[in-house]
């Protein structure tokens, strides 16, 4: 079923270049469930997964923030590696186990390397995102090259339907003011309740920085 992939190659629409330790996982199981097609590589360099839209994606799980600082060099490889030409994704595990530990992993992801970060609940929130991300590429001409941050778009728009309480309609209200997840995650409440009011501007300054397994 699965072929082999092209080094650094850009998957064509509905596959994903993954990395071939993820083979076995529960989140490529979540990636077929969704109707993505796989290409394993064996050398991926340091991202695990490159998606149809020039992204690719490095994915830190619980047990690698638990463990040391080991993955802020990972980190580091990841941003000095990918090509400029891609768009650099971090999914972050954010569990109970590793929730004491966001806050710190957020600002090294997002102020110190300055790459785009999400948090996810674990490998079956993950397969859900990136599903959402590859088949959220192919409803807008992927062929369309205006600007770059109109490349973007299908991605970006993808993303920020993520966060609790944001539709499409939301997500596209945020957009016309925040051309990137980067900028979005770093504005305040004050500045995004003019855009959604203020449970939602709530709900979207929480979504980056709280513990998404915050207890209820």
Not at 103 to 129: C, H, I, N, R, W
Not at 194 to 211: D, E, L, M, N, R
Request: proline residues 5%; positive net charge; glycine residues 8%.
């Amino acid at each position: 079923m699965e072929t082999k992939a092209v080094l650094n190659a850009v998957p064509p629409y509905g596959h994903v270049i993954t990395s071939e330790k993820w083979r076995n996982s529960s989140l490529i199981q979540g990636l077929k469930g969704g109707g993505v097609r796989i290409l394993f590589e064996e050398e991926l360099a340091v991202a695990d997964f490159q998606l149809p839209n020039k992204s690719c994606i490095l994915y830190v799980s619980e047990c690698d923030v638990i463990a040391g600082n080991g993955y802020k060099r990972k980190l580091v490889r990841y941003r000095n590696s990918s090509s400029s030409s891609f768009q650099e994704l971090v999914l972050l595990e954010n569990t109970r186990l590793s929730e004491q530990y966001f806050a710190a992993v957020q600002k090294f992801v997002v102020l110190d390397l300055g790459l785009t970060l999400l948090p996810v609940g674990g490998q079956t929130e993950a397969s859900q995102l990136i599903t959402q991300m590859v088949h959220g590429e192919g409803r807008a001409n992927p062929f369309r090259r205006r600007t770059s941050s109109r490349l973007l778009d299908p991605l970006v728009l993808a993303l920020v339907q993520h966060v609790p309480g944001v539709g499409r309609v939301k997500a596209l209200a945020l957009l016309e003011q925040f051309s990137s997840i980067q900028q979005l995650c770093n504005a305040a409440p004050a500045e995004l309740e003019p855009i959604v009011g203020q449970a939602a501007a709530q709900q979207i300054h929480s979504f980056f920085h709280k513990p998404t397994a915050a207890g209820t």
